[in-house]
């Protein structure tokens, strides 16, 4: 049996609880068909890069699928009739990443914790702070020099 990747777009109006039972649903017709789903990771709402259907939101869901291609496509028929799904991408791989996916790493480096203050750090500071006024040129002396240097 082959193994896919798939990513699931649900609807940003669908709570938490409805996207794991449509990825039940799903994860259901693959082993129905003969298939398996070893992992399924809920990666959260996050922003879409443009509007589907006008929703500016989506739930991600990733599944590792281990299935004949008849299944996979059986699953994707039921996802195009589904109106809470804006989008789904399913990829074919060699084998499975070992442990969390990149997205779910990402969000545990996030959640670090606070790192102190910006000014706190060396070299930190206000982005528009330019030192002391009087070690700066005035603007009419700026002024000023220009058109005697015309001459």
């Not at 798939?6 to 669908?14: S, T």
């Amino acid at each position: 049996m082959a193994k896919y990747e798939h990513v699931l777009l649900a609807r940003q109006d669908v709570s938490a609880q409805q996207v794991d039972t449509l990825v039940e649903t799903f994860k259901g017709i693959i082993e129905a068909n003969g298939g398996s789903v070893p992992k399924v990771e809920y990666w959260g709402v996050k922003s879409l890069g443009y509007r589907i259907k006008k929703n500016r939101k989506a739930h991600y869901s990733l599944l590792n699928i281990d299935a004949p291609a008849a299944a996979v496509a059986e699953m994707e028929r039921q996802m195009r009739i589904n109106e809470d799904v804006l989008r789904f991408l399913t990829i074919r791989v060699e084998e499975f990443e070992e442990g969390q996916s990149a997205m779910l790493q990402k969000r545990d480096r996030d959640d670090r914790g606070d790192r102190g203050d910006r000014f706190d750090r060396p070299g930190g500071g206000d982005r528009f702070d330019r030192g002391p006024r009087r070690d700066r040129p005035r603007r009419e002396d700026e002024a000023t020099e220009t058109p005697a240097a015309e001459a």
